[in-house]
């Protein structure tokens, strides 16, 4: 069965400080692979995808992710973090199984500290 | 442009009673689909709709019915509201390639007490 793991479940970063927040995978076949941000009491937004290519991915807000195949990794990466980046992000994965629906991640709470 | 609407905003029920959740879009997007977000176990997918006049059953559908209304809305009814399906619930749509990105509405708060 594809499913995706957020290994932790909150990252603490210094404001300035570079952050990265982890997502590893299992899948049969090619990862197609998302990113999601979630502000307070807001729907999720999408931030950036790995379909094929590249593997260091560019996305909205200045973030950018490393798709890892050896690892079967895919984490999320800002170099220099602001308090405003503090929210809940969620990796997903799409499901070959199910018709191509997503696989969420259980999501990581990222606080950013002045 | 008002993106994916969903109302209401927070709903508490008791045990048993039903209600439904709209959804609308004003983005002219093929597929729908309704999840719920629990805590720690990010978003699992209810029902969806790949286009309109068409509904699939996603991960976890018992207890809810789904209507694709016209290409702009995509409702979800609780029949008879159990207190496991206090959750916030998200609509979501996407253009129809499976690789672009979804768009979601900004949630129902469900209590069922």
């Known amino acids: 069965a594809q499913s995706v793991a957020q290994p932790e479940d909150q990252v603490n970063v210094a404001e300035g400080n570079p952050l990265t927040v982890k997502c590893t995978y299992s899948v049969s076949g090619n990862p197609y692979l998302f990113w999601y941000v979630q502000y307070p009491n807001r729907g999720l937004q999408f931030l950036l995808k790995?379909?094929?290519?590249d593997n260091l991915v560019k996305g909205s807000y200045g973030f950018e992710a490393e798709f890892n195949k050896s690892q079967t990794s895919f984490h999320l990466k800002k170099p220099s973090a602001l308090v405003s980046d503090s929210a809940l992000y969620f990796c997903a994965v799409r499901d070959m199984d199910s018709n191509y629906q997503l696989i969420w991640g259980a999501g990581t709470k990222l606080i950013i500290k002045p | 442009n008002a993106g994916v609407t969903q109302t209401p905003k927070f709903q508490v029920l008791k045990t048993g009673q039903s209600m439904t959740l709209q959804c609308a879009q004003d983005m002219n997007h093929n597929s729908m689909y309704w999840y719920r977000q629990d805590p720690g176990m990010g978003l699992r997918l209810i029902y969806y709709?790949?286009?309109?006049?068409?509904?699939d059953k996603g991960e976890v559908p018992n207890g809810y019915n789904v209507s694709r209304l016209n290409k702009r809305e995509f409702s979800l009814r609780l029949e008879s509201a159990a207190p496991s399906q206090t959750s916030v619930y998200f609509c979501a749509s996407r253009p129809g390639s499976y690789n672009s990105p979804l768009h979601f509405g900004n949630g129902t708060r469900l209590t069922v007490t």
């Open positions: 709709s790949a286009s309109e006049g068409t509904t």
């Open positions: 790995y379909i094929t290519g």
